[in-house]
């Protein structure tokens, strides 16, 4: 894979249009007007849907009225195959399934741990505010369903090489969040499983890299970690982040940002699959992601962790560095096991 460099600190130049006073901005990723005016300097190209490595990718539009759209990675398997939903990061208000750098990193998974990935390009707040990515991630489950269903002929390319009895709900950062809400909208208390009324789709298990959590309270991590160069999140960032894609009026003890909060459902009567939580030894949401994973634990709930030494927050998508190529495929083979036990 290409190595690729980003601070999101970086001062990219935009066009400089007068739209009104700026009330916030993530240097070099967004900027946000009172006008209700969105700019998104194009830090990370956009690249078209290309086979690469012995896989063939596609894209697909689930829904035209709000954009909803998929990039398909179907690996050169004869077996039958797991699927991944994958949902890209960038705190709910940028990133895109065709960014180069989640092309190269899917299109390496999908053939090096054998799966079938759908990465779903869900919208983006500010202009729709959460839930609108979760709905996004549903509505996507239930067009797969919908898809086995029929027996569509015109997606035979990629289900009939689909194990549609082993899937698994999958993102970094903000799309681990919303892996993560989704699986607890499936497996909410009255439902039989995790997969109650999926059939016949059947969610295995989740997969949260470095999931983008918070909360009012500040950890020590957050408070006290040392900023690093090839970590894509820093806590003034994280904040904006949480105050451009929240509902208005909402802080961040919300139960979508901050799972642990009181108001939250208890997560003992949650009924999911099986969780892996891939954690950054060098990422501010370290602390957050451990005492998540601690709290499920205790919960009663199946749930694997996975430590990188050495990488900050989204190292598998900047790999810009030896230790952060390293770091990736530890985490590829990772992902293979947990799918395939």
């Not at 549903?138 to 027996?151: C, H």
């Not at 139960?255 to 969780?275: F, H, I, Q, V």
């Amino acid at each position: 894979m290409e190595a690729i460099s980003f601070n999101p600190r970086i001062n990219v130049q935009v066009n400089q249009k007068s739209h009104g006073v700026l009330v916030e901005e993530i240097e070099g990723l967004i900027r946000v007007h009172k006008n209700g005016y969105v700019e998104r300097p194009p830090i990370i190209p956009i690249v078209p849907c290309t086979a690469t490595g012995g896989v063939t990718a596609k894209d697909i539009v689930i829904d035209k009225f709000t954009g909803l759209w998929t990039r398909i990675y179907v690996p050169n398997y004869s077996n039958k195959m797991p699927l991944l939903i994958y949902f890209h990061g960038g705190g709910f208000c940028v990133g895109s399934a065709a960014w180069s750098c989640y092309h190269e990193f899917l299109s390496g998974l999908a053939s090096k741990a054998g799966c079938i990935i759908f990465s779903v390009n869900y919208r983006l707040a500010p202009e729709n505010r959460l839930p609108a990515a979760y709905d996004d991630g549903i509505e996507t489950l239930m067009w797969v369903k919908q898809q086995a269903l029929s027996g569509s002929n015109e997606h035979k390319w990629w289900l009939s090489q689909c194990d549609l009895s082993s899937l698994f709900l999958a993102g970094d950062s903000a799309g681990a969040n919303i892996a993560y809400i989704v699986t607890t909208r499936l497996g909410s208390p009255g439902g039989t499983s995790p997969s109650s009324g999926m059939k016949p789709l059947v969610v295995k298990g989740s997969i949260l890299i470095q999931p983008f959590f918070g909360g009012e309270s500040r950890t020590a991590t957050e408070l006290h970690a040392t900023p690093q160069v090839n970590s894509a999140l820093t806590l003034p960032a994280s904040d904006a982040y949480w105050r451009l894609s929240l509902p208005f009026g909402s802080n961040r003890d919300h139960p979508w940002c901050n799972p642990l909060a009181n108001s939250t459902p208890k997560l003992r009567e949650l009924r999911l699959a099986p969780t892996m939580v891939c954690t950054s030894e060098m990422d501010i949401l370290k602390d957050r992601n451990m005492g998540f994973c601690n709290a499920l634990s205790s919960a009663g709930k199946r749930v694997e962790t996975k430590i990188y030494k050495g990488v900050g927050h989204a190292f598998q998508i900047l790999h810009s560095s030896p230790s952060s190529h390293i770091r990736t495929q530890e985490m590829i083979s990772d992902i293979k096991t947990f799918i395939n036990q």
